[in-house]
Every structure is written in C-alpha cells, then in structure tokens.
C-alpha cells in the first residue's frame, strides 16, 4: 500500500516497476477523477465503501444520517503533516489499521483458542527508536522491512527473510459467489431497511465479496441490537 501510494503521488519520472501499482493506485482514487489531495488519496485506500457509495447504497433514512458527516475524521485526526510522507503513512497505520484491524483480527483468534499473543515488535520503546530514524535509514529506496531484515541476516534462512509478504485476506468473493443465493436472500430479507437495492445481487460491484460480508454483518450487528 505505501509502495502504491508513493508512485501515485511520485514525480513523472516514475520508475517503471511501479508504473503499474500507480495506475492501479489512481483507478482506487475518487470517481470524479485522481484525487491530488495526498490525505484523501491514502484515506480512498483504507476505505471499504467510499463516501458517495455508502449513500447511495443506504436507503434514504439512512442516508439521512451521515449529513454533514466527515467518513474520515478518524483517519484526519492522525494524519501529521509534520512528519515525512513514508512515516505519516506508517504513524496513520500505528494509531488505526493496526489497532483497528490487525491486531483485533490476532487477539480475538488468540483468545478462541486461549492464548495471550503478544506483538514484541510493537513494544513501545521499539517503535519509538526506530520511528525516531529518519525514513532513509528505515525504508532505503522504498524498501520494506529494510531493518528488521537486516536484523535477522544469519539468524533465519534467505527463503524467510525475502519470502513474499502474505497478508490476512479471507477469500471474501469465493466464499460468498458460491452461496450467493444465501447472501442475497439474507440481504433481501433483512427486516432493518439499511440498504437500498441487494448488494448481493451485483458480483460485479468492486470488491464484491468484502462489501456483501459487511452488509451482512451490519444487518446481523442491527437484528441483535436493542
């Protein structure tokens, strides 16, 4: 995501193995065009349903709701224009995505199972220090990870340290295109009146199967809701 962001924001003379992650990068911005605003560009990336599709997506009542509402006050309150791009991106990250997201995601599946995980990287005098370095020194070129890498040169094997980075992702739109009949009849029968139209009745919308999974857990999240 940094690596995009970057060549989305980098001057013409954009190396060509990130021409394509820019482009990709642009596509993702607002449907009105390439946003230049450096915030809303990353925000756009974070995002799920963007602004104008969540209204057009709720019914009117719900719609209602988010007049005058800022989607991304959230992200807006870390956003530090202060520090240097690559680590207004990572501080952003360290105050939402993970706390948000990433790490929600390893204590409720420590917990399922009894654990007590613990993220020693995270550790905050750690990450004092190497936030502390400027962004040179940490990501040299844009390279990830740079210095935990070379921490761990002659302790792990090349095939761990330069093995492809492998993320959390469910397989959302699989899952959810072989029960679409469910999903659809699920969304189609919800008593709560959030949505306008079938979410699951359109695999081609964008990241079809996140978005249908979240609809049905905010209808899930509203039937169980006093």
């Known amino acids: 995501r940094y ?16 021409r394509g992650v820019a482009r990709s990068v642009k596509s993702r911005l607002s449907g009105s065009g390439r946003a230049r605003d450096s915030f809303l560009a990353y925000a756009r990336l974070l995002e799920l349903f963007s ?11 719900w719609a209602r709701e988010f007049d005058g509402y800022d989607d991304y006050w959230n992200y807006r309150q870390h956003w530090r224009i202060d520090l240097e791009p690559a680590t207004r991106l990572q501080y952003l990250d360290l105050k939402t995505y993970l706390p948000d997201d990433i790490l929600t995601k390893v204590d409720r599946a420590g917990m399922a199972h009894s654990l007590e995980v613990r993220p020693p990287l995270l ?14 020194v940490r990501n040299p070129q844009g390279q990830a990870k740079f210095l935990l890498k070379r921490a761990g040169e002659g302790l792990l094997p090349d095939a761990i340290l ?6 959390f992702s469910a397989p959302w ?5 072989a029960h679409q009949a469910w999903a659809a009849h699920a969304l189609g029968a919800a008593p709560s009146g959030m949505f306008r139209g079938n979410l699951a009745a359109n695999p081609g919308l964008s990241r079809y199967g996140e978005k249908v999974w979240a609809a049905l ?10």
């Open 3 to 18: 690596a995009g962001w970057r060549a989305a924001h980098a001057p013409p003379a954009t190396p060509r193995s990130l």
């Open 162 to 167: 330069n093995r492809r980075k492998q993320g």
């Open 173 to 177: 739109t699989a899952w959810i295109t």
């Open 123 to 136: 550790d905050h005098q750690l990450v004092e220090t190497v936030l502390a370095l400027p962004a040179g």
């Open 51 to 61: 602004p104008e599709e969540k209204r057009a997506r709720l019914s009117l009542e």
């Open 217 to 226: 857990i905010a209808e899930q999240w509203m039937r169980l809701t006093p």
